[in-house]
């Protein structure tokens, strides 16, 4: 099995020391969420990513975000015809959470609506699941483009609650970074 070291493909957007913002109201801004460089492990000889995906890993938004990140402040790129397989883990300690691939898609949906690669999807994605417990997503990314890593519990995905997938055909191996949040 043939492994490349986290720290050469994974792209770091968001340096460890943020500085702190301060808006006209006088409202301090949270410092900026980091990439965690563990959160993605590649195998180049199965060409498989791995990812591990936290629901509510930080207060920030409710609670309501992916690995601290909320409305597409993170990107996970993975070469087409990769298989992916995401380990979602939910650590909000009041909500359950969900996740699906979807199409990139505006308006965002209130809810779950059909993924866009089979398997693509956690259990009980409408209801999700509940604080500390677990689901694999295993999917093979044949479809290159860009998607959302949505949870499917009404409301969440449409408060904020996504971050971006994008699959393509140009790039030699997986990344994580954090990307410019907004719409999709």
Known sequence: ???LSIASIIAVAVGAASPVVVRAQGDVAPPAATVDPSWL???TATRTATFQLVAGLTGLN???NFNGFRDGGLTLT???GWTVLMYFRNHDGMLPHSAEIIADTHPLPTGPVAPAFARAFTLRLE???ASEQTDDLRFIADRGGSYLIFCGVPGHGAAGMWVRLAVSGSVRG???AATPAGKP
């Open 41 to 43: 492990q590649v195998d």
């Open 1 to 3: 099995m043939t492994s």
């Open 62 to 64: 409710g609670a309501l």
């Open 174 to 176: 997986p990344s994580v």
């Open 78 to 80: 993975v070469p087409l």
């Open 127 to 129: 209801q999700g699941l």
